[in-house]
């Protein structure tokens, strides 16, 4: 598979998963020792815990796990720096062996720039981040980085028919202390290793197919978060560069129209 349509199809996974929190929690005591409440507990925590920030920026780190037909697996790199503004607001500018290139999204429009092409393609989307997030991915075929992580009511869509919950140890990442956790649910399983404290920000985010022989990986360090600055909603407003040219988005389906 394709590294981009591996992309969309993992985190797919990871957030194609609707179910309502008390409802987990209540099945986790019930499938006994495989789903331990504490693991349950502490991803909740987190997930509540970003679920309250109106506003962050960090910076990520991916390594891609790609199997070649040569049958070498090869890790391919991406950094992005997130902006993220509740509830409509987010920018990603994302560079590295997978793609060169600027997400903006200002609670009506979606646009996506490359800057080595000067090229961007724009498409009317949702009025909220999460909305926008199912958007990108299904209609025009955008994966946005951590997608998990900035989805308001992550915890039920990561925990609905999870198989096995427990918490791995403790860990440090980055120079943070974290717990460190694994969930397994059919097809893709997650680890997080998240802060320890009163600030549970995640630090580290892997997502595994588990279906497949090879079982590859994406790996994501979250590093650098930040709340406090004050980020104008004008940031958000793509404004094309001099010379720029507009395009379709390659996966368009929504019938929508470049200007």
Same mark, same amino acid.
């Given at each position: 598979?394709?590294?981009?349509?591996?992309?969309?199809?993992?985190?797919?996974?990871?957030?194609?998963?609707?179910?309502?929190?008390?409802?987990?929690?209540?099945?986790?005591?019930?499938?006994?020792?495989?789903?331990?409440?504490?693991?349950?507990?502490?991803?909740?925590?987190?997930?509540?815990?970003?679920?309250?920030?109106?506003?962050?920026?960090? #910076?990520?780190?991916?390594?891609?796990?790609?199997?070649?037909?040569?049958?070498?697996?090869?890790?391919?790199?991406?950094?992005?720096?997130?902006?993220?503004?509740? /509830? #409509?607001? %987010?920018?990603?500018? &994302?560079?590295?062996?997978?793609? #060169?290139?600027? %997400?903006?999204?200002d609670g009506k429009t979606l646009t996506l720039f490359h800057p080595t092409e000067n090229t961007y393609a724009t498409?009317?989307?949702?009025?909220?981040?999460?909305?926008?997030?199912?958007?990108?991915?299904?209609?025009?075929?955008?994966?946005?980085?951590?997608?998990?992580? !900035?989805? &308001?009511?992550?915890?039920?869509?990561?925990?609905?028919? !999870?198989?096995?919950?427990?918490?791995?140890?403790k860990a440090v990442v980055n120079g943070v202390r974290c717990d460190h956790l694994l969930f397994s649910h059919p097809?893709?399983?997650?680890? !997080?290793?998240?802060?320890?404290?009163?600030?549970?920000?995640?630090?580290?985010? !892997?997502?595994?197919?588990?279906?497949?022989?090879?079982? %590859?990986?994406?790996?994501?360090?979250?590093?650098?978060?930040n709340t406090s600055a004050a980020v104008p909603d004008s940031k958000f407003n793509f404004v094309p560069p001099k010379?720029?040219?507009?395009?379709?988005?390659?996966?368009?389906?929504?019938?929508?129209?470049? /200007?």
């Amino acid at each position: 598979m394709k590294t981009w349509n591996r992309l969309i199809a993992v985190s797919g996974m990871a957030l194609g998963l609707l179910t309502l929190s008390v409802a987990v929690c209540t099945d986790a005591r019930a499938q006994g020792a495989s789903v331990d409440p504490v693991a349950m507990q502490k991803l909740k925590r987190m997930s509540d815990f970003l679920d309250g920030q109106p506003q962050f920026s960090v #910076n990520t780190q991916s390594v891609i796990e790609e199997m070649r037909f040569s049958g070498h697996r090869v890790d391919l790199d991406l950094e992005a720096l997130v902006t993220v503004k509740r /509830p #409509n607001k %987010l920018i990603a500018l &994302r560079s590295g062996e997978v793609m #060169n290139e600027q %997400l903006y999204y200002d609670g009506k429009t979606l646009t996506l720039f490359h800057p080595t092409e000067n090229t961007y393609a724009t498409a009317t989307a949702p009025d909220t981040i999460e909305t926008m997030i199912d958007f990108a991915r299904e209609t025009v075929g955008v994966l946005l980085p951590a997608a998990d992580l !900035v989805y &308001r009511g992550a915890y039920p869509l990561m925990t609905k028919d !999870v198989t096995l919950a427990t918490v791995v140890g403790k860990a440090v990442v980055n120079g943070v202390r974290c717990d460190h956790l694994l969930f397994s649910h059919p097809g893709v399983d997650f680890q !997080v290793w998240i802060a320890e404290g009163e600030q549970p920000w995640p630090c580290k985010y !892997v997502v595994t197919e588990t279906d497949t022989a090879t079982k %590859l990986s994406i790996t994501t360090f979250l590093s650098g978060w930040n709340t406090s600055a004050a980020v104008p909603d004008s940031k958000f407003n793509f404004v094309p560069p001099k010379g720029a040219r507009a395009i379709p988005f390659p996966h368009d389906a929504s019938g929508a129209t470049s /200007p």
